[in-house]
């Protein structure tokens, strides 16, 4: 069975770091696009950061834009999320997303839940001092 799993959430304080791993268990994922969503209590699920199918180009949303980087490596099945800097406006569950259905990541757009079809269970993080 397809899945993605992820790891790296945890309590960290204001300003600290935090890496979190996505692992993909099957090739499917090897060429897809991936991204990390997040959602807090209460709020809908946003677009963190993703990447294309080879790594070649990676989005962020505004909010971890200049002290966050998504990376892929397709030999691992792994996408990498580092994010600095971290407030508590950061804390929520974060899930690794991947559209194995490509022609939804084209009609939807890379920011878009509705573009990915493949989904982890989540991790969660949390920013408070």
């Known amino acids: 069975q397809e899945r993605l799993v992820e790891s790296g959430g945890g309590l960290v304080q204001p300003g600290d770091s935090l890496k979190l791993s996505c692992v993909a268990s099957?090739?499917?994922?090897?060429?897809?696009?991936l991204a990390w969503f997040r959602q807090a209590p209460g709020k809908d699920r946003e677009f963190v950061a993703g990447?294309?199918?080879?790594?070649?180009?990676?989005y962020y949303a505004e909010s971890v834009k200049g002290r966050s980087t998504v990376s892929r490596d397709n030999a691992r099945n792994t996408i990498n999320l580092q994010m600095n800097r971290l407030t508590p406006e950061d804390t929520a569950i974060y899930y690794c997303?991947?559209?194995?259905?490509?022609?939804?990541?084209?009609?939807?757009?890379?920011?878009?839940?509705?573009?990915?079809?493949?989904w982890g269970q989540g991790t969660q993080v949390t920013v408070s001092s």
């Open positions: 997303a991947a559209a194995v259905a490509k022609n939804q990541w084209y009609s939807w757009g890379f920011a878009s839940r509705w573009a990915y079809d493949h």
């Open positions: 990447v294309n199918w080879d790594g070649s180009d990676t």
């Open positions: 099957e090739q499917t994922f090897t060429w897809s696009p």
